[in-house]
């Protein structure tokens, strides 16, 4: 495809929960980011790839929320049992080399 | 703290007129800067960046921004708006590529 995709583009759980959103990343981009976006917190960085290593992964709120890239492509950011708080608009990211220059449309999470 | 502020949550402007959104910065040093729009529907656009050298950055759809060390400032600015720039504008700064600070969003509204 032309631009960054994620799927699901709506995602309804209950607390508690595992979930996944998977992303995919603009054929040969090596960098990928997962950012967020909540109406109370704004744009908050999560984790960075550089191809299928992170060297930052500061961002993840918790030891809930993982990611992994496979492949130096497609990657999954995996929140074990949600909370409400998790509720939010999850956004990824891919680039070249240098800052995120592409957003995928998002997957917009509701824990209930 | 490192931190991005816009000043202005909403800005309303005439179609035709100059557009100026504010965006101030705190970092130890010289941040990576950028804007971004998000436009209703669509994801987040990269629509500049600045990293050293020339203080007056040029980006796409007819945007630039001016880098002032002195004043902590990278603001956007536009000589004539069009209806089609009426969205969301995000400030950004980090010292990596990969973890952005953004800021809480200037709404820009543009009435014909």
């Known amino acids: 495809g032309a631009g960054v995709s994620q799927s699901p583009s709506n995602k309804v759980t209950e607390k508690g929960k595992d979930v996944e959103l998977r992303c995919d990343p603009i054929?040969?981009?090596?960098?990928l980011y997962w950012y967020r976006q909540s109406l109370g917190q704004g744009l908050e960085f999560l984790i960075y790839?550089?191809?299928?290593?992170?060297?930052?992964k500061s961002g993840l709120p918790s030891d809930r929320f993982s990611a992994e890239r496979t492949g130096g492509s497609v990657s999954t950011l995996t929140i074990q049992r949600t909370q409400q708080e998790d509720s939010a608009v999850y956004l990824c990211?891919?680039?070249?080399?240098?800052?995120?220059?592409?957003f995928g449309p998002g997957t917009r999470l509701t824990v209930l | 703290a490192q931190s991005v502020t816009q000043p202005d949550i909403h800005i309303t402007v005439s179609e035709g007129a100059s557009l100026e959104l504010r965006c101030n910065y705190s970092y130890g040093a010289t941040p990576y800067l950028f804007w971004y729009v998000q436009s209703p529907g669509q994801g987040l656009q990269l629509l500049l960046k600045?990293?050293?050298?020339?203080?007056l950055v040029q980006g796409i759809k007819g945007f630039e921004a001016e880098f002032k060390r002195s004043q902590s400032s990278f603001n956007l600015r536009k000589p004539s708006v069009h209806w089609s720039d009426a969205a969301e504008y995000f400030c950004a700064g980090g010292t990596s590529y990969g973890k952005l600070t953004f800021g809480q969003g200037t709404i820009l509204t543009v009435h014909p």
């Open positions: 990211a891919s680039s070249l080399e240098d800052a995120p220059g592409y």
């Open positions: 054929s040969g981009h090596t960098a």
């Open positions: 790839f550089q191809g299928n290593s992170a060297p930052d």
């Open positions: 600045y990293f050293s050298g020339d203080t």
